[in-house]
């Protein structure tokens, strides 16, 4: 099948930033993708105000996401983002969701807080508590994380255990020294450990990488953005995982028990 990743600067008016989504799921999937991957916090983000993603939290059923699922409705793509949801007053959940069909098919909320590099998530984002099942897409097992759980190679293991065979991450992966050569190797690193497709998108803009990804289950890069807004397309191919698997049967080889996750 084919997938695309969608790259963009997300602004402080949430609703220039839907309208951006929508444009972004139409073009994909006139060019005939069956999942498209988003960026990590898409309500609104301001450059002089961190906070803004979550003081501009809505519910599931807000604004926002009617815009994308109105969008999505008569179709059988997936697109998968992330967004604020609010947890309590001046709180919110980083929570992701794969819409399909004018729904939502699937949601996780992010079990690892970016707590580093001087920034404090947990600080307004209260964490998830549990790994999301697989998502069915076109006869593939997806695996969902966010941003952060890529630092975190037992939640890539957990998922690829369960069958995963491909690997998405929308993220804001935020510029520092050595930040962009964490991101590559990670994101290698994780196919690797897992022989899974990674599909990786990234927000750009001033604070953060963009650099989206697709690489292959043995580690390969197959498509790529740099810093600047992008729309990616790459093909998923069966025969690789399997290939991939057969050479390098990291799965089957383990000799440790499994990760227990949440």
Not at 17 to 30: I, K
Not at 47 to 65: C, E, I, R, T, Y
Not at 229 to 248: D, G
């Amino acid at each position: 099948m084919y997938v695309a990743v969608g790259q963009f600067a997300v602004t402080p008016d949430w609703n220039e930033n839907a309208g951006t989504c929508v444009s972004l799921m139409a073009q994909a999937r006139q060019k005939g993708a069956s999942l498209l991957v988003l960026p990590e916090a898409l309500l609104a983000r301001d450059d002089n105000d961190p906070d803004m993603s979550v003081k501009s939290a809505q519910s599931l059923d807000g604004a926002f996401l009617q815009q994308l699922l109105a969008e999505s409705a008569g179709n059988l793509m997936t697109t998968i983002l992330t967004v604020h949801v609010p947890s309590a007053p001046g709180r919110a959940v980083n929570t992701l969701v794969a819409i399909r069909g004018g729904e939502i098919v699937a949601r996780y909320a992010k079990l690892h807080l970016y707590d580093a590099f001087n920034i404090q998530e947990s600080r307004l984002v209260d964490p998830g508590d549990s790994v999301s099942p697989l998502l069915d897409v076109d006869g593939f097992n997806v695996g969902l994380m966010t941003c952060y759980d890529l630092r975190f190679p037992e939640m890539a293991l957990n998922l690829a255990l369960q069958g995963a065979d491909i690997l998405v991450l929308p993220a804001a992966w935020v510029k520092g020294p050595l930040k962009e050569h964490h991101w590559a190797t990670l994101l290698a690193a994780r196919a690797l450990d897992t022989t899974c497709y990674v599909v990786a998108s990234g927000e750009c803009g001033n604070k953060n990488i963009g650099q989206s990804r697709v690489i292959d289950p043995l580690g390969v890069t197959i498509a790529s953005a740099a810093e600047a807004p992008a729309l990616l397309l790459t093909e998923i191919i069966s025969e690789r995982i399997a290939l991939a698997r057969r050479q390098l049967p990291v799965l089957r080889n383990r000799r440790f028990a499994p990760p227990q996750l949440l």
